[in-house]
């Protein structure tokens, strides 16, 4: 009894003397807890942790299969938001068992997805840690989510990025790991997974990419599948970018060398694999006619703005509402029919009057918005959307944007005197360029000799020579920025300063990216991103409200200057004038601006053009259904020769005449600054003009004459006056002149005294592999 009494006062006594310690602590070391307080209290927060992490587990059910991911119908409407264009969002799905799908495949989605699968319980914390944090650290949002987390958000929760659905999420997945064994939840994966083309499940992506079973899918088909879940619309090589297909066989890559780190293929088989092409998309029920091209513009915008993402889209249930016009839509249709289809003989002319195919767009230049699309004759029969390509050379409809950047530039022709569109330059065909990157000396259209003419006359005659000295002048890095900031993509192929080819038109922007750089001309500088949806909005099955996301605003960037842009505007209304190579585009009887351009070899050719109201492009070529090659246009209609200035600028003229039927005839606005000198159709305004004495020399200098001062004559010729471009049986006789051209040399046919010969390596083809320069308007 004294033992234990003895014991209590000595316990008493340390606590009292630890009491009296912690008082003769300074006041601020008090408030800090003792270890004791410390431990206790991390006791108490992890055993309260657990609860309820077990009392949520339990509480949290694995819910209905298929609860939350009922596809439905797309409704794409018109811009009306009435007239209905198309309804998509059927699900396109086929179940299948795992013994159905070879261990191959399974290893490669394992490897491309959650290469833990086999391991984890159903969530990776580890992988959720280090996706957070490279989030933190700014390397955008990271996925850190298992197969087992992925397939219940598929098949039983939503698509919506919340915490409660993240939360849910991961009880779900831990439940789902313990009631089913890894085979079952691998299969629930790949059927209830998007692939892209409409395609739910392995086994109808088995279809839509190879026309196959799942069953007969190799190994290098089925690791593109497998690639494809990270981003299945973007990553179809048959229709992606030459950015998004890089991505696209680097994502396949890497499952493969996944697969050999796990264990599941020998370094042998995989170097033995070979990339597998997949066959080319199969039309879509429902989308015949237009409405395929017009849902692929509407959706590709959707996903690409971050709008929705493709598997949100591709669920259904939504109600858009787009930007098309159904009258300028038709309007576009019957303009290509008969201008060009009607013409075209395939029987009589099967090597030329087949696999012609027309790209074209319409955007408004005050806002952006996309009112009509041509993407090809009919989906359900050529499911590739024209429009939107980005393989086709636009030629000389660079040239406006080689002039813009000169205009803005400040730098010189070769006197130190800033470029104007009154410079002038020597346009002798084949005259080798001074100061670029590579040899090059290409020829102007049917090799005409021009002699010393303005950048104004050389873009009315679209003079090769003289646009690709004047592109270099600017300085090759300045056109490319210039022209990204007009609206071309800086990803597309031929915009590499490194070849001086780049100033006659290499690069390859697609139909509407071209019409959404001609509509900032037409808009003063001021560049919007075609846009092409209104509205969204789709039912809320949970609440039974309408959920509508909130669209992006449209905000003009500055591209160019107003003087700029109106001083190219200015240069390219002289192009639709009687003596341009737009001569056809008169036909439309309002004011209009525009470029024609035709590639080498005749592969493409183009209009490109503009009223104040209503930007266009239309572009014509010819492809191998089976090969997807590019073809001559020579030929076609019985036709020599198909330049810009032909059926492009007829269909252009066709459709604006229509699209504009019954609107009041605007002018233009215009206020062009840099020396713009005196224009066909309205004055700028007397302004001093540069010029350039003739020389042997590629080099011009120039010197600067009175303002009104005439362009002198070349020398005397008894050579016939030619034209750039051909117009017996292409464009009709073009009316008489509502004013006159200023005086311009007489361009002459090939003359037979020596010529400028370039250096031994400069060709009329482009420096580099893949890339040739345009041969003409």
């Known amino acids: 009894m004294t033992m234990r009494a003895d014991r209590r006062t000595r316990r008493r006594a340390k606590r009292a003397a630890r009491r009296q310690a912690r008082r003769a602590l300074p006041f601020w070391r008090r408030l800090l807890p003792t270890w004791r307080v410390t431990l206790g209290a991390l006791t108490t927060v992890l055993l309260l942790a657990v609860g309820a992490f077990a009392v949520l587990y339990v509480l949290v059910p694995v819910p209905d299969p298929n609860a939350h991911a009922v596809a439905q119908n797309n409704i794409y409407l018109y811009s009306d938001g009435t007239t209905e264009i198309a309804r998509t969002g059927a699900v396109n799905r086929t179940d299948v068992t795992i013994d159905r799908i070879p261990p191959d495949i399974q290893h490669a989605v394992v490897s491309a997805e959650d290469r833990t699968f086999y391991q984890n319980r159903g969530i990776d914390l580890k992988g959720m840690l280090r996706a957070g944090w490279n989030t ?49 939840i691998l299969a629930g994966y790949l059927n209830s997974s998007y692939f892209g083309r409409n395609a739910y499940g392995i086994q109808s992506a088995a279809h839509a990419y190879y026309g196959t079973d799942v069953s007969h899918l190799t190994l290098a088909q089925g690791a593109y599948l497998a ?40 370094p042998a088989d995989r170097a033995a694999t070979a990339f597998p092409d997949p066959i080319d998309p199969q039309p879509a029920t429902g989308l015949s006619g237009q409405a395929g091209y017009l ?43 008969q201008e060009l289809t009607d013409e075209l003989d395939p029987r009589a002319r099967p090597g030329t009057d087949t696999d012609v195919r027309v790209a074209g767009a319409s955007v408004e230049p005050g806002n952006g918005r996309v009112v009509a699309v041509y993407g090809g004759p009919d989906y359900a029969k050529q499911p590739y959307n024209d429009a939107l390509r980005q393989d086709n050379q636009i030629g000389s409809t660079f040239k406006p944007i080689d002039l813009a950047a000169g205009l803005d530039s400040g730098r010189s022709s070769g006197d130190g005197r800033p470029i104007t569109t009154e410079t002038r330059y020597d346009g002798t065909s084949e005259r080798p360029v001074t100061g670029g990157p590579t040899p090059y000396a290409p020829p102007n259209e049917d090799d005409i000799d021009y002699g010393n003419i303005t950048l104004r006359y050389a873009m009315t005659k679209s003079v090769n020579s003289v646009y690709a000295q004047e592109g270099v002048d600017a300085g090759l890095a300045h056109v490319r920025e210039t022209a990204v900031r007009l609206g071309i993509p800086d990803n597309v192929p031929g915009m590499d300063p490194a070849n001086t080819s780049m100033t006659l038109g290499t690069a390859t922007p697609s139909a509407l990216d071209l019409a959404g750089a001609y509509a900032a001309f037409a808009n003063h500088g001021a560049a919007y991103a075609p846009w092409s949806v209104v509205k969204l909005e789709r039912l809320n099955a949970d609440s039974g409200s309408i959920d509508v996301p909130k669209m992006p605003e449209h905000v003009p960037t500055t591209a160019l200057d107003r003087g700029t842009a109106d001083a190219v505007t200015d240069v390219l209304r002289d192009v639709v004038g009687p003596r341009g190579t737009g001569a056809a585009a008169l036909d439309l009887g309002r004011p209009a601006a525009g470029k024609t351009g035709t590639t080498d070899s005749n592969l493409s050719a183009w209009f490109a053009g503009f009223t104040p109201e ?22 076609t209609a019985g036709l020599t020769r198909i330049n810009g200035g032909a059926f492009p600028t007829r269909i ?62 070349t020398a005397p010729t008894t050579q016939p006056t030619a034209v750039p471009e051909p117009t017996t049986n292409q464009t009709p006789q073009a009316p008489s002149p509502a004013a006159p051209t200023p005086t311009q040399p007489t361009p002459t046919s090939r003359p037979t005294s020596p010529r400028p010969t370039a250096p031994p390596s400069a060709t009329a083809t482009a420096p580099a592999a893949g890339s040739t320069p345009p041969a003409g308007p």
């Not at 915008?301 to 509402?321: C, M, Q």
């Not at 252009?652 to 699209?659: E, G, I, L, N, V």
């Not at 309205?682 to 120039?702: F, L, N, Y």
Request: glycine content about 10%; hydrophobic content about 35%; aromatic content about 8%.
């Open 227 to 266: 690639a494809l879940l990270q981003a299945p619309s973007a990553y179809d090589v048959k229709t992606a970018t030459p950015a998004n297909r890089d991505k696209a066989v680097a994502r396949w890559n890497y499952t493969l060398d996944g697969m050999v780190q796990l264990g599941f293929l020998s």
């Open 614 to 635: 209503l930007a266009t492009t239309v572009g014509l070529f010819r492809e191998n259904p089976k090969t997807h090659a590019k073809e001559p246009l020579a030929g």
């Open 295 to 337: 849902v692929g513009v509407a959706d590709d915008y959707l996903t690409s703005a971050g709008i929705v993402d493709t598997a949100t889209l591709k669920a259904g249930g939504w109600r858009i509402t787009t930007t098309f016009d159904k009258n300028k839509q038709d309007a576009f249709v019957h303009a290509v029919q």
């Open 136 to 184: 933190l650290l700014g390397k955008g949002m990271q996925g850190g989510s298992t197969i087992t987390q992925q397939y219940v958000k598929n098949y039983y929760l939503t698509q919506d990025q919340t915490i409660s659905r993240k939360g849910r999420e991961l009880f779900i997945a831990l439940k789902v790991d313990q009631q089913r064994d890894k085979n079952e």
């Open 652 to 713: 252009w003229t066709a459709y604006m005449s229509d699209a504009l039927d019954g609107t009041a005839v605007q002018h233009f606005d215009l206020q062009p600054g840099h020396g713009t000198g005196q224009s066909t159709g309205q004055s700028s305004g007397p302004t001093a003009t540069a010029t350039v004495s003739p020389s042997s020399s590629p080099s011009a200098t120039a010197t600067t004459a009175p303002p009104g001062t005439p362009e002198p004559p």
